[in-house]
């Protein structure tokens, strides 16, 4: 159902305008600019594009999750006629500069990311869920061939680790998790995952932590 405003204008696009009026994406997301940003993160590995055992490189598809607050995305619910959830372009709204900083390259997103659209509910919570394809480095051993099994670590984290982007990243609960075409991959299938976070504190009003998600594969046998 639309509701409208004044001159039959939506108020979907009224709350929209509202709330980008005087927004600056660069700007640090919490009225408290000392407060850390928490990001919660979330993995869901769709496909095995690759396994490369001579040059020692994974590809994977993946679908990132990430969620955070935004305390110049709130709104009054009572002045928008019970409107809960708004979408906007991760283009006009910050968006935490987080990767995987032991690629071969940065974020390779599947599509332009300004298509897909960031999920704001009324309390600034923020929920953005992208298509990524992940090329990494890992230390593969194949004295084992043609039964061996291959581990792999991807690592999470902020690209600038700035004090005005000061992260305290998180993984969701439960939400390490892989789709059911994981496996349709005709050498390699997944075997185990894991996840664990690492904290460095250069102060002690100072912290960055990092996610790193492991991986066990193994090759399939031909018999």
């Not at 009224?14 to 407060?35: D, R, V």
């Not at 999470?156 to 939400?175: F, I």
């Not at 904290?199 to 066990?216: E, G, K, M, R």
């Amino acid at each position: 159902m639309k509701y409208y405003g004044q001159n039959r204008r939506p108020l979907y696009q009224i709350l929209s305008e509202n709330l980008m009026s005087g927004y600056a994406s660069i700007a640090k997301p919490t009225l408290n600019q000392s407060e850390q940003i928490d990001v919660h993160v979330a993995i869901t590995l769709s496909q095995i594009v690759s396994v490369d055992v001579n040059l020692h490189q994974l590809v994977l598809l993946a679908w990132v999750y990430l969620s955070w607050r935004d305390d110049n995305l709130v709104w009054d619910v009572s002045q928008y006629k019970g409107i809960r959830f708004i979408r906007l372009a991760p283009t006009r709204i910050w968006v935490p500069d987080v990767g995987f900083i032991n690629s071969i390259q940065n974020f390779e997103f599947i599509k332009e990311v300004s298509l897909i659209h960031a999920r704001v509910n009324w309390m600034g919570v923020v929920s953005w869920t992208v298509p990524v394809l992940v090329r990494t480095k890992c230390d593969m051993d194949t004295s084992h061939f043609p039964f061996d099994t291959q581990q792999c670590t991807l690592v999470m984290a902020s690209w600038t680790l700035r004090h005005v982007h000061t992260y305290h990243m998180q993984q969701v609960q439960g939400m390490l998790m892989a789709s059911h075409s994981i496996n349709d991959h005709p050498e390699w299938f997944l075997v185990t995952s894991s996840h664990s976070r690492k904290v460095f504190s250069p102060s002690p009003s100072l912290s960055f932590s990092s996610l790193h998600l492991h991986y066990t594969f193994q090759r399939r046998s031909k018999g």
